[in-house]
């Protein structure tokens, strides 16, 4: 990005003291938007460093998630969030996952004798490997979750930068409060692991259920849950920050008497918002691009069963796979809609009321910094792509929705094929 320069001399809620801040691009870390360094003219004044708001508000998710062996990474008294290979975090990890895969050792004779049972009939075939699919989270963690835990670091660390330019810019702190949301529905994912037993129980077709086997189900129900959700409340902190920064501009420029400078400073606060936007995608690539695919074959396997409990007339005794419906669609629907009120609330609603203030002003100053910051959003909107293969937006949710049409005819042509035979 390059250099901007920000007057902040006369300008309400702005410090007095004219500074220059450079932003450069960081080429070796795709996830970092920008690092700023400061020069002031008055060497009393400090720049502040605030905590990291987007840290302390999803602190619940972080921990949580580090205590199951997900996310192997420290958190500093000032919100900095620290990776190393060479952790206690990382052993941890590493403990917790072998003895998830000793339980799926020990597990394993139950879901070879369902395999068995099946005998080749295509329907019990494939009630028989949706065990196997509730296994694949395993599969990819240590890929997609440990090796990638440095690049969400650093993501989550660039919101410091943002808050520091946020706080000269405007003169607060921002504020996203969102901390009791999270900690509630935390509390809620991890408290209905007894759904996630019975699941695990229904799925099971053999009598010889075993603690381990219970443990291990409800283990990667919670973490599915609260992998999904995680993602949800990363929109909803980047959407809250697109609603504050919006309502600061135009109080502040209510206010001001030099309203193209405050124009030009908003300008450069909602570029770097942009690129948090984006850099979300990014930073979380794989672990969602992963965790997106394992949701949809879940979802089209347990919608296939449940179309073929209702068509033989069983569907009350597979009730919890019509749950299992409901939980991977909402997930999905859940990840697609975050991400498109993010796109809404930074870049259209930006773009509204822009031009109904541009409509409202007669200065030819505002009128260009006007049209600066409406080309900027074009220029540089917030989109989020997992990694630029796939955008997450409500297109997605119709394109997944219509290729489950298609897999669902093509397995229900099967089963009566099959069945024929």
């Not at 609260?226 to 990363?234: E, H």
């Not at 069963?305 to 909402?330: P, R, W, Y």
Request: charged share 15%; aromatic share 14%.
């Amino acid at each position: 990005m390059n250099a901007v320069r920000m007057l902040t001399s006369n300008i309400p809620g702005l410090f007095k003291h004219e500074k220059s801040i450079s932003a450069v691009r960081n080429q070796e870390n795709r996830t970092l938007p920008g690092v700023f360094t400061v020069q002031a003219t008055d060497t009393q004044r400090h720049f502040r460093i605030e905590l990291n708001p987007f840290v302390d508000n999803l602190k619940p998710f972080i921990f949580v998630m580090r205590a199951m062996g997900v996310c192997p990474v420290r958190v500093t008294n000032k919100g900095i969030v620290v990776f190393s290979w060479l952790s206690l975090e990382i052993l941890y990890s590493v403990c917790v996952y072998l003895l998830l895969c000793f339980a799926v050792w020990f597990t394993n004779d139950n879901r070879m004798q369902a395999i068995r049972k099946a005998n080749g009939r295509f329907e019990d075939s494939v009630d028989a490997y949706m065990l196997f699919v509730y296994l694949v989270p395993l599969a990819y963690l240590p890929f997609t979750h440990w090796r990638k835990a440095n690049r969400m670091a650093n993501y989550m660390n660039n919101w410091i930068h943002f808050q520091n330019l946020y706080l000269q810019g405007t003169g607060g702190s921002l504020v996203i409060p969102l901390k009791f949301h999270c900690l509630v529905i935390v509390f809620f994912a991890v408290a209905l692991s007894p759904v996630s037993i019975l699941v695990s129980y229904f799925f099971t077709t053999s009598s010889n259920n075993t603690v381990p086997e219970v443990f291990l189900y409800s283990y990667l129900a919670t973490f599915s849950n609260l992998t999904g959700l995680f993602w949800y409340f990363i929109c909803v902190a980047l959407r809250s920050t697109a609603i504050r920064l919006e309502k600061s501009l135009f109080k502040t420029l209510d206010k001001s008497s030099t309203k193209a400078a405050v124009l030009e400073t908003y300008r450069t606060l909602w570029l770097e918002l942009s690129h948090l936007a984006t850099d979300a995608g990014v930073a979380f690539c794989y672990t969602y691009g992963f965790y997106l695919l394992h949701l949809f074959f879940m979802l089209t396997l347990s919608t296939y069963a449940t179309l073929s409990d209702i068509i033989v007339g069983t569907f009350g005794n597979n009730i919890l796979v019509a749950t299992c419906v409901f939980i991977s669609g909402f997930m999905i629907f859940t990840m697609c809609e975050g991400a498109n009120e993010v796109v809404l609330k930074t870049q259209v609603e930006f773009q509204q009321k822009l031009l109904r203030y541009q409509i409202g002003t007669d200065h030819n100053d505002v009128h260009r910094e006007v049209n600066a910051f409406l080309q900027t959003i074009t220029a540089q909107p917030p989109i989020i792509s997992l990694g630029g293969y796939v955008r997450i937006d409500r297109q997605l949710l119709i394109g997944l929705g219509s290729t489950l049409v298609t897999y669902l005819i093509v397995l229900l042509q099967l089963k009566f094929t099959v069945g024929t035979t």
